[in-house]
């Protein structure tokens, strides 16, 4: 594991609101040379600390105004085929294996309350699913986000 200093962490920062930001301009805003700028981001990579770039889509920052969480508990061995079919439904963004209580969580996300609960109808109709639990979330905060 690396060790991260100041400039490495406003580094990182910088680069999670903008991960598109050129040398030169992220030099100019932490004030270091493009030198500095271009060889820190080489050591980060080289060492795994910063693990790849990605794009952000107008899906991403325009979520669907309903968003929640539902832990799901499965009977036996059915996990694999209950992620497949949670994948396979619009309103589910992500499926997270876990532990603890819950085997699954699902992070759902629609237009309306009522469709929603639909979803939520529909989930709780698989065959395996023991129990589930549904949390609105009422605001997020990414640290990624552009500012």
């Keep these: 594991m690396s060790t991260l200093d100041d400039i490495d962490i406003r580094l990182i920062a910088a680069?999670?609101?903008?991960?598109?930001?050129?040398?030169?301009?992220?030099?100019?805003?932490?004030?270091?040379?493009?030198?500095?700028?271009?060889?820190?981001?080489?050591?980060?990579?080289?060492?795994?600390?910063?693990?790849g770039f990605t794009a952000l889509t107008r899906a991403d920052v325009s979520a669907a105004p309903v968003r929640a969480l539902t832990m799901i508990g499965i009977e036996g061995r059915g996990t694999e085929r209950i992620m497949a079919q949670l994948q396979g439904m619009p309103a589910v963004q992500a499926v997270h294996s876990t532990n603890g209580?819950?085997?699954?969580?699902?992070?759902?996300?629609?237009?309306?309350?009522?469709?929603?609960?639909?979803?939520?109808?529909?989930?709780?109709?698989?065959?395996?699913?023991?129990?589930?639990?549904?949390?609105?979330?009422?605001?997020?905060?990414?640290?990624?986000?552009r500012r």
């Design 101 to 145: 209580r819950w085997d699954l969580i699902a992070e759902l996300a629609t237009d309306t309350l009522q469709e929603l609960d639909d979803t939520l109808v529909r989930i709780r109709r698989f065959e395996g699913i023991t129990s589930s639990e549904t949390n609105l979330l009422l605001s997020t905060r990414r640290a990624s986000t």
């Design 15 to 51: 680069l999670k609101r903008d991960g598109r930001a050129s040398i030169s301009e992220l030099a100019a805003k932490l004030k270091l040379a493009r030198a500095t700028v271009r060889s820190r981001i080489e050591r980060l990579m080289a060492s795994g600390e910063i693990a």
